[in-house]
């Protein structure tokens, strides 16, 4: 069975173009959708952070009116309840790729505040990718690929993936807040960036990199990591 780091945002927070916080974390179902796929199939999970700090979940991602309803919102409240793996997260920074078989990003606005900065981040993915194991980073997640630039360049430039829109930032509201979207400041990294509808699962394979582009995506991407780690 295969072993599969997860690394999840630690802020809590992200910080607007005015200057306040608006509390975030980690994107419930993101987390919650391959990790069911993937201890469900008999694999195994480990979660790191950075400083190995508790991942905070996004709140309103456990609305029923954000998941589709109480039903939805009670089964992923349940899930994330069940996953110690949470509890006991790793320091990012002491994460070592030999020791995993893939890796998994999730997003939700958090990794706009940190992961997109961290240099114990960019070193892994760089280090996912010229590996050849699945690599799997979903919604505002692909935001960490802007921390593996040397000299301005990143090895992911010339892949194709997706991410979170900037029409689906619009639609909740937090564009013109924003300092920075994730669909443009991605685009920077010379990917070729594609997108399907506002919502609606889309996955983009590139030879070992696997992205998402919205919550909706995270259970259609763990699929396919489960096609190549069974």
């Given at each position: 069975m295969a072993k599969?780091?997860?690394?999840?945002t630690g802020a809590s927070y992200w910080t607007l173009r005015d200057g306040t916080r608006h509390p975030t974390g980690y994107w419930a179902e993101e987390f919650a959708a391959p990790y069911s796929a993937l201890t469900g199939a008999g694999h195994s999970v480990v979660v790191s952070t950075p400083g190995g700090v508790v991942p905070h979940v996004d709140s309103m991602s456990l609305r029923p009116s954000m998941v589709g309803g109480e039903k939805t919102a009670l089964e992923l409240e349940s899930v994330l309840r069940s996953a110690e793996e949470l509890r006991r997260p790793i320091v990012l920074a002491t994460a070592r790729l030999v020791d995993y078989d893939a890796v998994y990003y999730p997003g939700g606005h958090g990794p706009m505040e940190d992961l997109s900065v961290d240099a114990d981040s960019g070193r892994l993915l760089s280090a996912a990718l010229a590996s050849g194991k699945p690599l799997?980073?979903?919604?505002?997640?692909?935001?960490?690929?802007?921390?593996?630039?040397?000299?301005?360049?990143?090895?992911?430039?010339?892949?194709?993936v997706t991410a979170y829109t900037n029409d689906e930032e619009e639609a909740v509201g937090l564009a013109s807040k924003a300092r920075w979207l994730a669909e443009d400041e991605v685009k920077t990294l010379g990917v070729h960036f594609s997108r399907g509808e506002v919502w609606k699962p889309y996955t983009v394979v590139d030879r070992n990199l696997y992205t998402g582009q919205n919550p909706a995506s995270a259970a259609p991407l763990a699929r396919k990591l489960l096609e190549v780690l069974e």
């Open positions: 599969v780091l997860f690394v999840v799997a980073v979903v919604c505002h997640a692909p935001v960490a690929m802007l921390a593996t630039r040397m000299k301005g360049v990143s090895p992911f430039a010339g892949y194709e």
